[in-house]
């Protein structure tokens, strides 16, 4: 099976594979606090990226993430969800709305320390 016009064993071994997997692990999209997403509502997100992933919360798209890494697990060789959510749109709309999204950032907290002692 292919899409991109590549073989799945070439976009196993694309440097950029390597960096999506290992970074959306490393920054915490996936871990044991999530179970998968219902896969009915992951498969919307993922073929109609516009309707879902374009307003939804950070924790809805770390919800979409953190299955799309499991189901990507899952199908190791043979099939690949990451692939196919790069044809869809809806991995490239997911870094567009971390990168530029600011309703996604958790406002900071100043704490006054007008007055106490050190």
Known sequence: MHHMGIELDEFYALPEYDRFVIGAYACGFVCRDYAPMDGELFEQMKSR??????????NRLRHWTHTL???????????????????????????QRLETDNHLIEPEIIEDTAGKAP
């Open 49 to 58: 990226p516009q309707e879902h992933l374009a307003t939804c919360s950070f």
């Open 69 to 95: 890494l499991r189901s990507e697990r899952w199908n190791y060789g043979y099939s690949s969800p990451v692939m196919e959510a790069l044809d869809s749109g809806s991995l490239e709309l997911l870094i």
